[in-house]
């Protein structure tokens, strides 16, 4: 056997290497828990996991934290002290400079939003920590795959320098 056909008989034997360690990586990735046919995001495994309540508090979170949100409250407060205003005296209902009804529900509305919006930030804390583990998981896959591919292809290159 000449020079030229053992450098081509190395060259397919470390090819077929490369190939069978490529499969290995893919069956480990088929393995992990980041395997495509079963991969999540982040916020649909905290939301399976949650409770009714929780879930509640979640909703609650995502929906006051809208402009929509916001423009109702602000619509509604605009009515309400226009109305108590500048209304006939006899339809007027909450009487100014006071507006207690008024303060009494606005009142009420953030004690029962504050502690559901607390709760809710909390989820989403959770949900931020599970996609900052799953960005750490596919990181270090990633750094592994590409040492292990970067020693194969320095060992392809030094056993091709030393076939010359």
């Given at each position: 056997?000449?020079?030229?056909?053992?450098?081509?008989?190395?060259?397919r034997?470390?090819?077929?290497?490369?190939?069978?360690?490529?499969?290995?990586?893919?069956?480990?990735?088929?393995?992990?828990?980041?395997?495509d046919?079963?991969?999540?995001?982040?916020?649909?495994?905290?939301?399976?996991?949650?409770?009714?309540?929780?879930?509640?508090?979640?909703?609650?979170?995502?929906?006051?934290?809208?402009?929509?949100?916001?423009?109702?409250?602000?619509?509604?407060?605009?009515?309400?002290?226009?109305?108590?205003?500048?209304?006939?005296?006899?339809?007027?209902?909450?009487p100014?400079?006071?507006?207690?009804?008024?303060?009494?529900?606005?009142?009420l509305i953030?004690?029962?939003?504050?502690?559901?919006?607390?709760?809710?930030?909390?989820l989403?804390?959770?949900?931020s920590?599970?996609?900052?583990?799953?960005?750490?998981?596919?990181?270090?896959?990633?750094?592994?795959?590409?040492?292990?591919?970067?020693?194969?292809?320095?060992?392809?290159?030094?056993?091709?320098?030393?076939?010359?």
């Open positions: 056997m000449t020079r030229d056909e053992q450098v081509l008989a190395y060259l034997a470390e090819n077929q290497r490369l190939r069978d360690h490529i499969n290995n990586l893919q069956q480990d990735e088929d393995d992990d828990d980041l395997s046919g079963e991969l999540k995001s982040a916020h649909d495994q905290v939301i399976e996991n949650l409770t009714l309540s929780e879930r509640f508090a979640f909703w609650i979170t995502t929906k006051v934290g809208t402009m929509g949100f916001f423009g109702c409250i602000f619509g509604w407060t605009v009515l309400w002290l226009l109305w108590n205003v500048c209304a006939p005296a006899t339809l007027q209902f909450d100014a400079p006071a507006f207690v009804a008024w303060l009494f529900i606005s009142n953030q004690i029962l939003l504050m502690p559901l919006i607390m709760v809710g930030q909390n989403q804390g959770k949900q920590e599970q996609r900052a583990k799953r960005d750490l998981m596919v990181d270090i896959k990633s750094e592994k795959t590409t040492r292990d591919l970067r020693a194969m292809l320095e060992k392809v290159l030094a056993n091709q320098e030393n076939a010359k």
